[in-house]
């Protein structure tokens, strides 16, 4: 059950959901507007993201079917689709592209820097070259950001290394074709090294590369495992959960949707509960506004999840004090 709000501090501040129309920013009486959704995962792994998204749309007045039409793209956890995605909707001549991760705002910003990108769930824009600054984005992309940048990453290993504090060797599972990659493993470094954990890098582009991974996991006596935030292990959660129980690894997860899947634990923010904010961007920018003068809106609160009966399964059992840190949990 959810122990506390799951409430978003929002860096815009009230402006946020309260969009000012005048008569040079109103949208045009009786357009249809058009609009991108470009999405590395699957539709069925995001599902509850997406009808958030969609639902904070329809309270601000814009109605898929009615005022809207959304072109739907999905890389189903293969992000090297995404290029030729991206430019399939910039064929279409859109009114803007929304586009969940990093991966998908960058295919989307190398197409084209004319139609407004409104990007979710970035860990580090301005790190991935998306954005010139939160501030002032500059450019043709704006949108929200899921962390206050890549020290989440480091976080979650130091939750993992609290519930289990015998842990020694760690593995981290990451996919090279993925940009996040890039941005999380130094954090993981810096704070593995800081807690006295010895860290095992391993690679995974997808799902056909798993058991190898696992197998050097078990070669390499990996005592836990820490999941980067990636599309493809989104999509195939339960493959990976599975997996981690069958090594008997612990793991932390970027997602609480792996969590909800028989994963361990995860720290990271709300997708269903974050998703209606970019809805803000999509109007403002439908009415007129430039995504380059639109602040970047980050949260500042996070859920621990834990998986009780994962924990179970694997003989664990967690500190009091660590359990009453956690904000939703599975019993």
């Known amino acids: 059950m959810n122990r506390r709000n799951a409430a978003i501090a929002l860096f815009l501040g009230p402006i946020a959901f309260t969009v000012a129309i005048g008569p040079a920013n109103a949208q045009q009486p009786g357009k249809v507007y ?66 969940p991760a990093g991966a998908a705002a960058l295919a989307a910003k190398k197409v084209t820097s004319s139609i407004p990108i409104v990007m979710m769930f970035p860990a580090d824009p301005v790190e991935l070259g998306l954005i010139a600054s939160l501030r002032r984005p500059g450019g043709n992309v704006t949108g929200t950001s899921s962390a206050p940048g890549p020290e989440i990453f480091g976080k979650q290993l130091q939750f993992l290394k609290e519930a289990i504090p015998k842990i020694a060797r760690m593995a981290v599972l990451t996919n090279p074709a993925d940009p996040v990659t890039a941005i999380q493993l130094p954090e993981v470094e810096t704070a593995a090294r800081s807690l006295g954990i010895q860290l095992q890098k391993v690679a995974a582009r997808g799902p056909e590369e798993f058991d190898s991974a696992f197998a050097a996991m078990a070669r390499e006596r990996a005592e836990a495992l820490l999941v980067s935030r990636g599309t493809t292990f989104l999509v195939n959660r339960a493959r990976i959960s599975e997996l981690a129980m069958k090594g008997r690894l612990p793991t932390m997860y970027s997602f609480r949707e792996c969590v909800e899947e028989g994963g361990l634990m995860a720290y990271a923010v709300n997708m269903a509960d974050f998703a209606g904010s970019a809805a803000v961007y999509v109007d403002k920018i439908l009415k007129g ?3 380059a003068d639109l602040p970047v809106e980050q949260p500042t609160k996070f859920e621990l999840a834990v998986n009780l009966k994962t924990a179970k399964a694997l003989g664990l059992s967690f500190p009091r004090s660590f359990l009453a840190s956690a904000d939703y949990v599975i019993q």
């Open 34 to 99: 058009r609009i991108g959704y470009l999405s590395a995962p699957s539709r069925e792994s995001v599902e509850q993201a997406l009808e958030a998204f969609k639902r904070a749309l329809r309270q601000l007045g814009w109605i898929e079917g009615q005022n809207l039409v959304i072109e739907y793209r999905w890389a189903n956890g293969k992000v090297e689709r995404l290029p030729d995605l991206a430019l399939e909707l910039v064929a279409l001549n859109l009114d803007l592209i929304v586009a």
């Open 289 to 291: 506004a430039k995504p």
